[in-house]
């Protein structure tokens, strides 16, 4: 069996969506529509493969709501069902983990519904045909079991199929959620955003959060039940059910509460008294207590101070100074209020309710145009590609030309929409089509604005070309060449999210110029090794450029943040090279 990562889990949980593995769970699956057994090692779980000639149907109507554009086949009833339960549900979340908080794109993300009846002759059928085709399967009645439909057998070699009913995919700078509806059983009471999903949206936030609100808000939401108006979280486990049981009879028996100062530094040495336990266990339940009182404790009065702590710990870091600040008092009236909250904690469940009830989000659909057929169902073919390379390459070329026909269809039909430009060329430039995906992307920008990725690849593209005929000696790039790959760089920075190989291009264009960074072009990379800490190529090379700019105190900076994230031999190389510099005598910028 497949199993998805983080980042291709999909949304919610619940029994009105068929085979959720992220967006939204499921509490069973359609044999008609998964075909073969999920569990069989040999099953390949394939994603949607929907080609619009085999699946006549109702239209697809489309609407903007909630930060999506939603693309859907199914009856608008049900679409708004969804659509407002995804509101409703990320309206409960907010409760714990705020907006601001949130991994976060400027475009809006896709979703797509699908209407369960005509899932089967979309993939089943078309899968069924490739093997045909491409592994010579023979017509046979007598292993229908295989997910290609009746009649089909194929070489015991062949690796078997299943189609995944829900799927959520994502770019660097782009989500969209894949979803098979059953238009009679919808309930969506009995829908909840999946842990995958929310881990996704945390961890992925930039600037990063901080580790110890990343463990604390996870293992909270481990514990956490949806119901239609609230959430729910379990009594807390303090370390593991015995030091839970500890707390309950004699708290100050059990395992004791880190100072804070320790804590929030993530130092992770054991208590000496009570050595039983591994210490990341008792970090990460400190992590889960910490956050639990911010967001419970004296009726939810510290909640506030909690998430604007957490802004600042991800950008400056932990300090006593930014706690009083937040909090209204230090280290050790917190630590005295977490260990008395600690037995309130670990008996009793806690509900967090919105106050008033919410409103659900206007919801126009009409027929959708051509363009955004084609932009949105091709984008989301585009994203498939990758992930069935992955799993089964000899597939991929289907979905391929599948992402392209459903792109150029639109093209064709003289549609030029800067976003669907941008789309087509990053469908060439991800199958390796630099030429095409250039010609894309060049009309792209001259058309309108792009999302961060179509301007970095356009940037990354002129960059190798202009490198390789520079117009200046010794190799350099002459100004205007230098603006001509700057412009989409600053356009993408501008735009969410950041990209860390945006920044990285930027110091590159810079270190192969004719006119060299002042102070305030290389405060960019300051930007960059804020957000992106541990991506050491860029460390690295911000500190180099520092250094060839003669800001040796910038670049000893950077070049200690780079010692501490290096670890392959290129880039320790790279780090003995940097101190080395550093240690000689200054030179004049």
């Known amino acids: 069996m497949v199993k998805l990562s983080a980042r291709r889990g999909c949304p919610i949980a619940g029994a009105a969506v068929l085979g959720c593995l992220g967006w939204w769970l499921v509490g069973f699956s359609s044999p008609a529509l998964v075909g073969a057994d999920l569990t069989d090692d040999r099953a390949v779980a394939l994603p949607p493969f929907m080609v619009e000639e085999m699946a006549k149907g109702p239209p697809w109507r489309y609407a903007e709501a909630v930060g999506y554009e939603i693309l859907s086949r199914c009856d608008d009833a049900v679409t708004r069902r969804v659509v407002e339960a995804h509101h409703r549900m990320h309206g409960l ?23 369960e009846q005509l899932q089967p002759a979309s993939s089943q059928e078309v899968i069924a045909q490739v093997m045909r085709s491409d592994r010579g399967v023979e017509a046979s009645n007598d292993v229908p079991a295989l997910g290609l439909g009746r009649g089909m057998r194929m070489p015991l070699a062949v690796p078997r199929f299943s189609f995944l009913p829900n799927l959520r995919l994502w770019d660097r700078d782009a989500m969209a959620v894949f979803m098979i509806v059953r238009r009679d059983d919808f309930d969506a009471d009995r829908l909840s955003l999946t842990q995958d999903y929310v881990t996704f949206l945390v961890k992925n936030r930039l ?45 100050a028996a059990a395992p004791a509460v880190r100072p804070l100062g320790e804590f929030l530094l993530n130092k992770l040495s054991p208590p000496v008294e009570l050595p039983s336990f591994e210490p990341i266990q008792a970090w990460q339940a400190q992590a889960a207590l910490f956050v639990r009182w911010g967001l419970d404790a004296d009726k939810g009065a510290h909640r506030e ?21 937040c909090f209204g008092f230090g280290y050790e009236d ?80 003289d549609n030029r929409d800067p976003r669907l430009l941008a789309v087509m060329g990053l469908c060439e430039n991800d199958a390796g089509n630099e030429v095409g995906a250039r010609e894309f992307l060049e009309a792209a920008v001259r058309l309108g604005p792009v999302r961060p990725r179509a301007n970095y690849e356009l940037a990354r593209l002129r960059f190798q070309e202009m490198r390789a005929h520079p117009a200046e000696s010794a190799g350099r790039l002459s100004l205007p060449q230098m603006v001509e790959v700057l412009t989409p760089l600053f356009a993408a920075r501008a735009t969410l999210p950041p990209l860390p190989e945006v920044y990285e291009l930027i110091g590159e264009v810079w270190g192969h110029g004719i006119s060299p960074p002042t102070r305030g072009h290389l405060t960019v990379l300051d930007e960059g090794v804020r957000l992106f800490p541990r991506r050491t190529a860029l460390v690295l090379l911000a500190a180099e450029l520092y250094l060839r700019s003669g800001f040796r105190e910038e670049a000893s900076v950077f070049a200690d943040i780079a010692t501490r994230s290096a670890s392959d031999a290129p880039a320790l190389a790279r780090v003995a090279a940097l101190t080395r510099a550093l240690a000689e005598n200054p030179t004049p910028p």
């Open 93 to 115: 979340l907010a409760e714990m983990l705020p907006g601001p908080l949130r991994f976060s794109v400027a475009a809006p993300r896709s979703l797509i519904l699908y209407d």
């Open 207 to 251: 600037p990063a959060l901080p580790p110890w609100f990343v463990s604390g808000i996870l293992k909270l939401f481990s514990q956490t039940a949806f119901a239609r108006d609230r959430l729910t979280l379990a009594p807390l486990e303090w370390i593991s059910e015995v030091h839970s049981a500890a707390v309950k009879i004699n708290p």
């Open 305 to 325: 101070a909690l998430w604007k702590f957490v802004e600042l710990s991800a950008t400056v870091g932990a300090t006593e100074k930014n706690f009083v600040d």
């Open 334 to 413: 917190a630590l005295a209020r977490l260990v008395v909250y600690r037995s309130a904690a670990v008996n009793r469940a806690i509900s967090f309710k919105p106050k008033g009830a919410p409103k659900n989000p206007p919801l126009v659909l009409r027929n959708a145009s051509d363009g955004e057929i084609a932009r949105i169902k091709g984008d989301w073919e585009r994203m498939e590609v990758p992930y069935v390379k992955a799993i089964s390459p000899d597939l991929a070329p289907k979905y391929l030309a599948q992402a392209r026909k459903t792109l150029r269809r639109a093209y064709d039909r």
